[in-house]
């Protein structure tokens, strides 16, 4: 499977500001992934990144609040503008790999005050 | 909108006994359906999946089974074990993207020494 770094891996914000998070994979891939993880909770995907192209949000994310960005195959970072403190959560980059298995990466745990 | 319905949300056995998480979905398309592990403070790792053209699959001490008719599937872990204590997320494609999930809730399994 692929190797998927995030940074940073934790970070606690103040209410109003925004944080960029970096997601980097050792090979190239066509589509990465991202997803939200409120505390407790299940896993949410946000939007779906592909190489070249806008980013497609799911239902109840919107670009202005998590801008994305993808300029090549193994990278891409996703932005949370504006925080208030229910952005509070783990964001997880994702990958498929090879065999079109979803795989993810060490998240980045959010904190806003 | 799809839906992944999970059952129980708290599973609690002795060690060596079987444990059995049952999932439902809604959507029709779905032709893909991975399970994830996810200890404390780590990222949910991918233990078993199972596509909409295989009944059951067997890996060890896991299994799935997978209804496509009831849209009903299970993982059944046999001959439990403290470390397999950890919470457990079902999910399944949404339409024929291996990426696109939708989670279940997820159980909390407590193995008992």
């Known amino acids: 499977s692929a190797v998927i770094s995030q940074k940073p891996s934790r970070d606690i914000c103040q209410r109003g500001t925004s944080l960029t998070i970096q997601c980097q994979v050792d090979?190239?891939?066509?589509?990465m992934f991202w997803y939200r993880q409120q505390p407790g909770q299940s896993l949410t995907l946000i939007a779906t990144?592909?190489?070249?192209?806008?980013?497609?949000?799911e239902s109840g994310f919107v670009i202005d609040k998590f801008p994305i960005s993808r300029p090549n195959l193994t990278f891409s970072t996703l932005t949370v503008s504006n925080m208030s403190p229910e952005d509070s959560s783990i964001y997880l980059c994702?990958?498929?790999?090879?065999?079109?298995?979803?795989?993810f990466g060490s998240g980045t745990q959010l904190s806003v005050l | 909108g799809e839906n992944v319905e999970q059952h129980p949300s708290t599973l609690s056995v002795q060690e060596g006994d079987s444990a059995v998480i049952k999932c439902t979905y809604s959507?029709?398309?779905?032709?893909?359906f991975p399970w994830y592990k996810q200890e404390l403070g780590k990222r949910p790792q991918l233990i078993i999946d199972i596509r909409s053209n295989v009944g059951e699959k067997k890996d060890q001490r896991i299994a799935v089974t997978l209804n496509k008719t009831a849209k009903h599937f299970s993982l059944h872990i046999t001959e439990t074990q403290p470390e397999d204590s950890a919470v457990y997320f079902c999910?399944?494609?949404?339409?024929?993207?291996?990426?696109?999930?939708?989670f279940g809730k997820g159980t909390k399994l407590s193995v008992k020494p």
């Open positions: 994702s990958v498929t790999g090879g065999n079109e298995k979803l795989f």
């Open positions: 959507d029709s398309a779905s032709n893909y």
């Open positions: 090979s190239q891939v066509t589509m």
């Open positions: 990144a592909n190489q070249g192209s806008e980013a497609t949000y």
């Open positions: 999910a399944a494609s949404i339409g024929g993207s291996q990426g696109n999930l939708i």
